[in-house]
């Protein structure tokens, strides 16, 4: 086996087991404590904010601050007026774009 | 068109536009496949059986810059520790067979979380899981097998379209809707300054999961009378 197929065996098995481990262990305890189902219900706020600051600011691993950010800005903008999610991909891909074409960065 | 049929077409539209925006990401990790020296099914391997982007990228880089099988799989593991976290928030709308929930894990993505997790009720959050991270899976592996037949050559073109703002504003756009509320404003800027500030310091990954650790210490559930 070459290293490449021991490391996705041994991935696959480790990714696999920590996406699961919540669903089988917890999913059908419909008796969980009332504070892990508050914070199941809140999780997502707090992951999201981190996902869009992460995906943002990084890139192969390193910090870079760059037209992103731009995209971004455009996005809560088109956001706040209540663009829908298609246009709002599509308004962050072009202000990014375009803001690489005439600062580029 | 009823309600519901209205809100699950929302919600497959944010389904599809995710998954959309991830497909330039597929390409890059088949061409990055190429460049590390994997074949075709190696790569169909990664992004079917270990399917979690940042992980496979993280392995592959590693893998191509010499680093030893338990480096690979060690960076891997830790860019991939916030679908533990993103498990817990689904567990509750994933109910069903051991079988079923078996099979749904292996979805258990970002997309597929941020979209299932943003709708209000269990049944819309497991139809918004399932949509995305089936959406997703299809078009990744697709676009992993295009990125290996294509060789690499995708060069500056994901920058030059501002594609990689898209996955940003993507999950910006699912956590719109919830910043109506104070209490979700506030522990979505906890989250966004932990995250910030952790960026530097620690391995990609757990500026995430120590994004919902804050909240964990915050312990905002103790707090009644405060609306979900």
Known sequence: MSDAVVVMVALAAGTYTLKAFAPLVLSNKRVLPDWIKRFAMLLPTPLLAALVITSTITSDDQIIFDARIVGVVAAMVALAKRVPFVLVIVIAAAATALWRLIAGL | ?228
């Not at chain 2, 982007?53 to 860019?79: D, H, R």
């Not at chain 2, 990125?147 to 060069?155: A, D, H, P, Q, R």
């Not at chain 2, 310091?201 to 995430?208: A, H, L, S, T």
């Open chain 2, 1 to 228: 068109m009823s309600e519901l049929e209205t809100l699950r077409r929302k919600i497959r539209m944010q389904a599809i536009s995710i998954s959309l925006a991830i497909t330039p990401f597929g390409v890059a990790f088949g061409a990055l496949c190429t460049e590390a020296g994997l074949g075709t099914w190696e790569a169909l391997g990664f992004s079917s059986l270990v399917f979690a982007g940042s992980s496979q990228f993280a392995a592959i880089t590693v893998l191509a810059e010499g680093g030893t099988i338990m480096a690979a799989v060690i960076a891997g593991l830790l860019l991939n520790l916030r679908s533990l976290a993103f498990g817990v928030a689904m567990a509750p709308s994933l109910q069903g067979s051991l079988l079923w929930r078996a099979i749904t894990s292996q979805l258990m993505i970002d997309e597929a979380t941020a979209v299932g997790s943003s709708q209000e009720s269990h049944s819309l959050r497991r139809y918004g899981y399932i949509w995305a991270g089936l959406s997703v899976f299809v078009l990744w592996n697709l676009m992993t097998w295009v990125g290996v037949t294509l060789l690499s050559g995708t060069g500056t073109l994901i920058e030059d379209l501002g594609i990689d703002a898209t996955i940003p504003a993507a999950f910006l756009g699912l956590a719109w809707p919830k910043l109506s509320s104070k209490e979700h404003q506030v522990i979505a800027g906890v989250g966004a300054v932990v995250a910030f500030l952790l960026v530097p310091f620690v391995p990609p990954g757990i500026p995430v999961i120590a994004a919902a650790a804050a909240v964990l210490l915050l312990r905002p559930w103790g707090k009644r009378g405060s609306h979900e």
